[in-house]
């Protein structure tokens, strides 16, 4: 069901005005919490799948945009964000597998999910380590990849919103800098991601006996990072596909033009990725000549640095995730140096699975509490069930009789 | 054969001009401090120099740690194709590029951070884990700043927003989008590009480990961002494009200059922030920002 059972239902029934606001509410709620709690999580694939919860944001903020639009007379700038939105869910689907991919091998060659424990693994899983960037390239929306394509056309459909200044522009201006905030953190997140699993000197054993995996498991990988670049340098290759996929839910939207100077876009990302492209092998052709020293990092100059003095992944987080304490509930041990020969001083901070721990679980003992006392009242017993059926006729009775009264 | 002229003249100028401003800080803070200070070329030297040298790499670090200071400075050199330059535009322009922009600062934002982690050194960690949080609300005021343009004029285009009305919403967007350059482009009162401790660093404790030509194409990269953001700060601020070319070019000039000696005098007579009161000022930027927006959504209205 998902984002495509609300596309659906949403171009195939009536719906109510008020949904736009709602579902756009909901979509800038999800993409800002959802990149917050992705950037507190210390398991990589739990990164992920709070990193989707951000994505279905964005595409809900397309979404709900595209429906006040029609609520609002059918504004040309609704095209652009429901164009925008179905562009993402194809996009989102590229990079996010092509991600899972990465940390499938990674969780293969490595048995660990925890970031805490790795490190160091692109000089040992070269192939994963550098699709896995492009993959946070494309999911942070940086040009010249896919997932820039579509944020910028939902940025400028919402910014056409908040131009066309009807009442929707309310809605549309926090959507943008909410949309453009969980942008930045979106960055953090795969930065501290990319740095934590394949950066850096190996944390733990695990990380040091890793080994590539084989080439089944990264042509598919191949396969979606291209897929991520060729959308990036040539969106129009799709725009027939999603200009149809809007028309069908908006038949006056249908239109063969875009109406965003996509081509333009595509020639200056070919560009970009061209300069790219030189300048890196360039600068790297100048710097590795025979000349090239090695050594241990510098650090200014500390003598012997081990791998458990790097920069963690709770530390990396640090500072955003402080931000959203309110939510993430961050447990802290700490123990203070005491005395005058301290034993052992411990600051330890972990983020629980708080959305499961207190939300789901509580709820869910609950639910379970209240169907066992109420399983109670089911035994088997025939003359208790015909009492019942007494008892709820006496009481409708009793109901009907004071209905019934002047 | 002439726009290709232009277009390259334009670029070189862009490059050429940039390693100027961080001199002029340099010069006026020591001017401030009663000292003779470094000459106002002095970055020049320093990347000639670094351009010759070797390189010393970490063991640890993959050959990304000098391709991604290539793939910045690209960013960044690509951004001032998008700024128009008052009544002669900019030499690359289509609707939405306002949005390409923030997004190469972003790019140039995430090599940065991503090649200061290959050397597993905790000290980078630190400036990468500062470096990407506060450019949350950096980003947040920029947007807003980049929708009360767009509010004044209507345009999603960087050559015709950047002419804006005089007005209440000019002076907030001024403030708002000076603190902004002065977080982006790490200077005080966020960090101190002139400190001797790493622990209280960003931009420097994340370049610790660059050596030889990367170094210098990172500075570079710097000091064209620092160029960026007096450029757009100007004319969002001044309408520059309403002049004739010569006035417009004089206005351009000595308004770039005031930003560059207004850094140089916040830098001389304030000290750094503490990092937990960085994201209260960033706060400040962005709801300046905001009230900028509003004020521009009022005047349309009236």
């Known amino acids: 069901m998902g984002v495509y059972g609300i596309l659906r239902f949403s171009g195939w029934l009536a719906v109510p005005p008020a949904a736009g606001w709602v579902v756009i509410a909901l979509g800038a709620t999800s993409a800002m919490l959802g990149i917050a709690f992705a950037l507190a999580q210390n398991d990589f694939k739990r990164l992920l799948a709070y990193c989707s919860v951000e994505n279905v944001g964005i595409i809900l903020i397309g979404l709900g945009g595209a429906l006040l639009a029609r609520s609002h007379g ?51 899983m070269p192939w994963t380590a550098g699709l896995f960037a492009i993959g946070a390239l494309a999911v942070a929306g ?26 929707s522009a309310w809605a549309a201006m926090p959507a943008a800098i909410m949309m453009g905030m969980a942008g930045a953190l979106a960055l953090a997140t795969f930065a501290k991601a990319g740095a934590m699993i394949f950066l850096g000197a190996p944390r733990t054993k695990p990380a040091v006996q890793a080994r590539e995996c084989g080439g089944w498991m990264s042509a598919p990988m191949l396969v979606l990072a291209g897929i991520c670049l060729t959308l990036g340098l040539w969106p129009l290759l799709v725009w027939p596909m999603v200009s149809s996929a809007a028309g069908a839910w908006q038949p006056t939207w249908a239109g063969a033009a875009p109406p965003v100077p996509l081509e333009a876009l595509g020639w200056v990302q070919i560009g970009l990725a061209a300069l790219i492209a030189a300048a890196g092998f360039l600068l790297w052709s100048k710097v590795a000549t025979p000349h090239l020293r090695r050594g241990p990092t510098w650090d200014c100059g500390y003598a012997a640095p081990t791998a458990r003095m790097q920069y963690s992944s709770g530390s990396f987080a640090g500072i955003a995730a402080a931000w959203f304490f309110w939510i993430l509930r961050p447990v802290r041990t700490l123990r203070r140096v005491r ?68 | 054969m002439i726009p ?83 009544p002669a535009g900019a030499s690359l322009s289509f609707r939405g590029d306002v949005l390409l ?50 509010v004044q004029t209507g345009s999603m285009l960087l050559v015709t927003m950047l002419v804006p009305t005089v007005g209440a919403s000019a002076v907030l ?66 309408p ?62 009236a």
């Open chain 2, 173 to 238: 967007l001024a403030a708002g989008l000076f603190i902004v350059l002065l977080a982006e482009n790490c200077r005080v009162p966020f960090d101190d590009p002139n400190t001797h401790l790493e622990l209280t660093m960003i931009h420097e404790v994340m370049v610790l480990d660059h050596s030889g030509p990367p170094l210098a194409v990172i500075l570079h990269g710097a000091s064209v961002k620092l160029l960026l953001f007096a450029v757009v700060l100007t004319q969002a601020v001044v």
């Open chain 1, 74 to 124: 059918d504004a040309a700038w609704g095209r652009l964000v429901l164009a925008g939105a179905l562009l993402h869910v194809w996009n989102h689907g590229a990079f996010k597998a092509l991600l899972f991919f990465g940390a499938g091998s990674v969780l293969h060659a490595t048995g660990t999910r925890e970031m805490s424990r790795l490190g160091g693994l692109w000089h040992l």
């Open chain 2, 101 to 150: 922009f923030i997004y190469l600062l972003a790019l140039a934002r995430f090599c940065t951070a991503w090649a200061a982690m290959e050397t597993g050194s905790a000290f980078e960690g630190m400036g990468s884990a500062r470096e990407v949080s506060y450019a949350v609300l950096a980003e947040a005021a920029m947007i807003a700043a980049v929708l009360s343009l767009c």
């Open chain 1, 142 to 167: 940086l040009p010249p990849l896919n997932g820039f394509v579509s944020e910028w056309m939902i940025y400028l459909g919402l910014f056409d919103a908040v131009n066309a200044k009807q009442p």
């Open chain 2, 4 to 86: 290709i002229l232009e277009f390259l003249l334009r670029l070189a100028c862009w490059l050429v001009v940039a390693p100027l401003l961080p001199g002029i800080i340099n010069r006026v803070k020591s001017m401030v401090a009663g000292r003779r200070g470094p000459p106002v070329l002095q970055l020049y030297y320093d990347l000639a120099r670094l351009w010759r040298k070797d390189v010393v790499m970490s063991n640890l670090a993959s050959p990304m740690f000098v391709i991604l200071p290539a793939v910045a400075w690209v960013a960044l050199a690509g951004a001032t194709l998008l700024v128009p330059l008052g």
């Open chain 1, 339 to 406: 005395g005058h020969f301290p034993a052992e001083a411990i600051r330890l901070e972990r983020v629980p699975e708080t959305v499961l721990d207190l939300v789901i679980r509580p709820l869910a003992a609950r639910v379970m509490t209240v169907s066992t006392a109420v399983r109670r009242l089911q035994h088997g017993r025939l003359s208790a069930y015909i009492l019942y059926v007494v008892a709820g006729l006496a009481a409708l009775t009793v109901l009907v009789l004071i209905e019934s009264m002047p």
């Open chain 2, 240 to 301: 520059v494009g309403n002049f004739g070319s010569l006035v417009a070019c004089v206005l351009l000039v000595a308004c770039v200059l005031m930003v560059t000696v207004g850094i140089g005098l916040v830098e001389s007579l304030l000290a750094r922030f503490a990092f937990r009161r960085v994201p209260l000022l960033l706060t400040v930027a962005f709801l300046l920002c905001l009230f900028a927006l509003l004020v521009a959504w009022k005047g349309g209205e």
